[in-house]
């Protein structure tokens, strides 16, 4: 018998600055080409046959998150360099919550593609990740998921808090209960304005548990940061070492090739979810999770991440759910310490990238020792997780409530509809005397979803009307198709599905209609009939907001639902594969 044929060795993969060269025609000469030019900024040939480690730059003076991402940057390359590697740092979009219009979230995807198309266009073996504000860190992953580089995660970390006439405050829980205190006249105009100079005491993100602190730990829980990198503050030593440990350990990921997809498994997902639920996170944490599993392939299972809920009790105690800050929970050990009490329903297995598991990385970081900032599964500061998921005739496509910041009295209540029908509405008609209001009615607001406003403002913590706020109301039930801080509190359902402004039952709601919220049989209903809603669409059907070019007419265009991520149709994985959880 003849010997088979043996097929050739496949080449090696081009590594360093032979990869991803420039279209000219002739490989030779496009090496050739950038060699020359990069040598004209002084690095030699030795430097240039090292691993190449890309760093993204997120500072900007629109973001004083970022503010400390020119040391981080340095500490980076720093720990790239002890490690044999040739750092590259390198600018993107940077975003900001406070300084971005319409919203941060409109600007999210152009973010991760923006850090998409670097990743793929530039020369790199490895690259580290440095974001925090809201929607930077969601943008990044989703980015490099789609990249498929070895990629790690760098928190730029919280800021520290002020103090207000002997009383510790921080960005931004109380930030809106000083607003509101000023809405309903109890502080005045000096005061507010005095306050305003202490809420943040240093550059860095928000204190509290919101979107970016939970961004924060559902990365470290997904095993996309160095172990403990999501609770040291801005400004710390601590922070700029984890920065050093970062670079030092992106040049190890390189050489051993170990890729995000290796990482970012449906384990590691449910690892996030549970981290989400326990840590009383923002619900922001759903639609950013959303979107990055959805660049994995893997769909989030609504019904069973609230299956987990049920199963999984708020044990970290920070506001809004509980008292403290994030500097708080970064001294009483952060993350390992909720690691190590949540070890039982986690997925030990899960890769992280140290290229060690999650449960090794627990076992590693040692016995905990005696504080207040991480309840114990038997004494938690909610005995379910922070966020549960509501279905209904209002919410086809579900809702959800953070109920681990809400009024207890308000969780099983119905009342009459008083409807919003956009944000100018809201904000003429908030505050007038003339509301027809009282505090057991339901405040509706529509077209604030990933289509109506554009970009699913954080609108959902509709303001207290204003006589109400004055005569002592602190709470009220709302509701809406759009999103809230993950720093705000109170009785508010959100993310409504589908969004009003593509033909959602929210688009039919009327004023004075009854709407029945139980948050114990996860309800959210609309006490009209299916004949009725169905003749109210016919008689005002919806137009689906367009625009004439741009941004706005690719987003408007391609934007999905809350439920799928609020990502663009066409960044998703081209095939899905599964859902998470599996509980």
């Not at 309903?184 to 860095?204: C, F, P, R």
Request: aromatic share 4%; glycine share 10%; charged share 20%.
């Amino acid at each position: 018998m003849p010997d088979q044929p043996i097929d050739p060795p496949s080449p090696p993969a081009a590594t360093g600055m032979k990869k991803g060269l420039t279209s000219y025609g002739d490989t030779g000469f496009s090496l050739f080409l950038r060699k020359a030019f990069i040598k004209g900024a002084g690095f030699t040939d030795a430097a240039l046959e090292r691993p190449v480690i890309g760093i993204t730059d997120t500072g900007s003076d629109y973001n004083p998150c970022h503010g400390n991402a020119p040391q981080l940057v340095q500490a980076v390359k720093r720990g790239v360099m002890l490690a044999g590697g040739l750092p590259m740092a390198f600018p993107t979009i940077s975003v900001h919550e406070s300084f971005a219009a319409p919203t941060s979230m409109f600007l999210r995807n152009l973010m991760s593609m923006d850090t998409e198309e670097m990743l793929r266009a530039q020369p790199m073996d490895a690259v580290v990740l440095i974001g925090g504000c809201d929607k930077t860190v969601p943008a990044q992953l989703m980015g490099a998921a789609s990249a498929g580089l070895p990629a790690i995660q760098l928190i730029t970390g919280s800021m520290l808090t002020g103090s207000h006439r002997g009383e510790r405050v921080g960005a931004c829980t109380d930030c809106r209960r000083y607003w509101g205190k000023f809405r309903a006249g109890e502080v005045d105009a000096d005061e507010i304005a005095e306050v305003n100079d202490q809420l943040v005491a240093s550059v860095g993100t928000c204190s509290v548990m919101g979107t970016a602190s939970t961004m924060a730990c559902i990365a470290e829980a997904l095993g996309m940061t160095v172990p403990g990198g999501a609770s040291p503050p801005a400004v710390t030593a601590d922070r700029i070492r984890i920065a050093e440990l970062t670079g030092a350990r992106a040049v190890q990921m390189a050489r051993d090739h170990l890729t995000i997809d290796r990482i970012l498994t449906p384990e590691a997902f449910e690892n996030a979810m549970r981290v989400l639920l326990a840590i009383g996170g923002s619900t922001n944490g759903i639609v950013h999770l959303a979107a990055i599993a959805g660049r994995m392939g893997l769909e989030i299972d609504m019904a069973a991440l609230d299956r987990m809920g049920r199963q999984t009790p708020v044990l970290l105690d920070l506001k809004p759910s509980g008292q403290h800050y994030m500097e708080d929970f970064h001294h009483a050990g952060g993350m390992a310490t909720l690691l190590r009490e949540l070890k039982p329903l986690l997925r030990l297995d899960a890769l992280t990238v140290t290229g060690r598991t999650l449960g090794e990385e627990i076992d590693a970081a040692g016995p905990g020792f005696r504080q207040e900032v991480v309840r114990t599964m038997a004494n938690p500061i909610y005995p379910q997780g922070g966020i549960a998921v509501l279905s209904g005739n209002l919410a086809p496509g579900g809702a959800i409530i953070k109920q681990s910041a809400a009024d207890a009295r308000l969780m099983e209540h119905q009342g009459r509809a008083v409807v919003f029908d956009n944000l100018e509405d809201m904000a003429s008609r908030i505050d007038s005397d003339e509301l027809d209001v009282t505090a057991d009615d339901v405040l509706v607001l529509r077209n604030i979803g990933p289509k109506g406003a554009p970009g699913m403002p954080e609108a959902g913590y509709i303001p207290i009307p204003r006589k109400l706020a004055r005569a002592g109301v602190k709470d009220i039930v709302r509701l809406s198709d759009g999103r809230m801080s993950g720093t705000a509190f109170g009785t508010i359902v959100l993310h409504v599905t589908p969004e009003s402004a593509i033909g959602g039952p929210l688009a039919h709601v009327k004023s004075g209609d009854q709407i029945r919220l139980s948050v114990a049989r996860r309800e959210i209903t609309l006490l009209v009939s299916d004949d009725e809603l169905a003749q109210r669409a016919l008689d005002q059907p919806v137009t689906e907001p367009t625009a004439d070019r741009g941004y706005r007419k690719l987003y408007l265009q391609s934007v999905t639902q809350a439920d799928k991520g609020a990502d663009f149709d066409f960044l998703k994985a081209a095939h899905m594969t599964g859902r998470v959880p599996r509980v």
